[in-house]
């Protein structure tokens, strides 16, 4: 009989805590094991080493001089300084970056709009290390008050070993984001793909608060994937990120029709920006589905069709998604809902169609304007999350940083 590694189930149990204290603000000990199903004892050992390590922070409520009997009831928060990290999303037509404290509030942020997809990997990196250092300077900190940098990106990543498969971003497959970015930094990083730092993002900020089981859907140029479940990213062999794109629609003798095909900005717009300088521009600028929406609404019919195909397609991928998920939420995130009803009709209307009957009160579909803050502040939470469940002083081995221990992703 196999028994569970009693440092696993420390990291495990510290992670709860720490994530508990986050999301319900000032707790006692008691409404954490109630909430958590962890005994007082195991409470009062991780909390007391927490406290040591400066991570939380003991708050007194009542005054026994005040005239108060009994001893004051000791509150637990999470201690804002004992962590700063920063989130990065790379987009292809800019730079968005945050710093945060330990409990994932915005000390600085900061968007660079710079065309960046295609660019060599030192240039790009070179990028990310100016835009996370200016950053770290308007939060009014050091490099060396970082615990450690997130950087997403639309992809498939493997997030263990920072390794970018494949991206929209880069000219070439198995790029070595991670140690580029490390090798200018000198601090730990993680490299995650936005599918999964904006699931972290509305899990802990945004539309998924309340919910720990659920699946985020991105739909932009790159059409990915976030599952949430119990409150943990879901991730594929080798931690690999989940891509939506591939999924096959249909299929004929000659090649098989996916998605991304479909669905994608590059399919709605379908070559038109080659004729057509504002369209052109717009894709440049970051806005190139406004543009879209105004030809659209100006009476292009063609737009407006390729849209509408868009949705359909995107309504039956998500019918199949709640199928095999079950999920009790469907956040909807990305520029391409800029088109509103033009999208969006179509989107239901095939949903409606193609949900089972016994499905069909299952999944709510939450659309979500998510900005550049979202994002990055997604990535931060991914960096906090680990930092949640890593090894601290008291309550484990010390988790420092070695540049030489990049193969293999691990920090040690």
């Avoid at 998924?208 to 790159?222: M, S």
């Avoid at 209307?349 to 304007?369: D, G, M, T």
Wanted: hydrophobic share 45%; glycine share 10%; charged share 25%.
């Amino acid at each position: 009989m196999k028994t569970a590694d009693p440092e696993l189930m420390r990291a495990i149990n510290r992670f709860h805590v720490l994530d508990t204290i986050r999301r319900y603000g000032a707790i006692s000990r008691v409404e954490i094991g109630d909430r958590i199903q962890l005994s007082p004892t195991t409470v009062s050992a991780i909390t007391g080493s927490l406290i040591e390590d400066g991570l939380i922070l003991p708050k007194h409520e009542g005054d026994l001089r005040g005239g108060n009997r009994g001893r004051p009831r000791v509150m637990l928060a999470l201690n804002p300084k004992a962590a700063r990290v920063v989130g990065a999303k790379i987009a292809a037509t800019r730079l968005a970056f945050v710093v945060t404290d330990f409990q994932g509030d915005v000390l600085a942020e900061l968007v660079l709009p710079l065309r960046v997809d295609r660019l060599p990997l030192s240039v790009i990196a070179d990028l990310v290390e100016d835009g996370v250092r200016r950053c770290v300077l308007d939060a009014g900190i050091a490099m060396a008050d970082v615990k450690s940098v997130a950087v997403s990106l639309p992809g498939i990543i493997e997030h263990g070993t920072g390794l970018v498969r494949a991206s929209s971003i880069f000219r070439d497959a198995d790029v070595p984001l991670k140690e580029a970015v490390v090798e200018r930094l000198g601090i730990d990083v993680i490299v995650e793909s936005d599918a999964n730092a904006i699931t972290m993002g509305e899990h802990w900020f945004g539309q998924a608060r309340d919910c720990d089981d659920f699946v985020l859907v991105a739909i932009e140029d790159n059409l990915t994937l976030g599952v949430m479940h119990g409150g943990q990213i879901f991730r594929g062999a080798r931690e690999l990120s989940l891509t939506l794109g591939d999924m096959v629609m249909g299929a004929d003798p000659d090649h098989a029709v996916k998605l991304a095909d479909v669905a994608s900005e590059k399919a709605i717009i379908n070559g038109e920006e080659i004729n057509n300088p504002r369209m052109r521009d717009a894709i440049r600028l970051g806005s190139g589905m406004s543009h879209v929406r105004d030809m659209i609404e100006a009476g292009d019919n063609k737009l407006r069709v390729a849209a509408s195909n868009a949705g359909a397609a995107l309504g039956i991928a998500i019918a199949n998604l709640v199928a095999l998920f079950a999920p009790p939420r469907v956040i909807l995130v990305g520029s391409t809902l800029t088109l509103g009803p033009h999208l969006l009709d179509a989107l239901q209307s095939s949903f409606a169609k193609a949900i089972p009957q016994s499905l069909r009160e299952v999944a709510q579909i939450v659309i979500e304007n998510a900005d550049d803050r979202l994002w990055a502040r997604g990535a931060a939470a991914v960096a906090l999350g680990e930092l949640y469940g890593s090894p601290w002083g008291t309550t484990g081995p010390a988790r420092t940083f070695n540049a030489d221990a990049l193969e293999g992703g691990k920090s040690l």
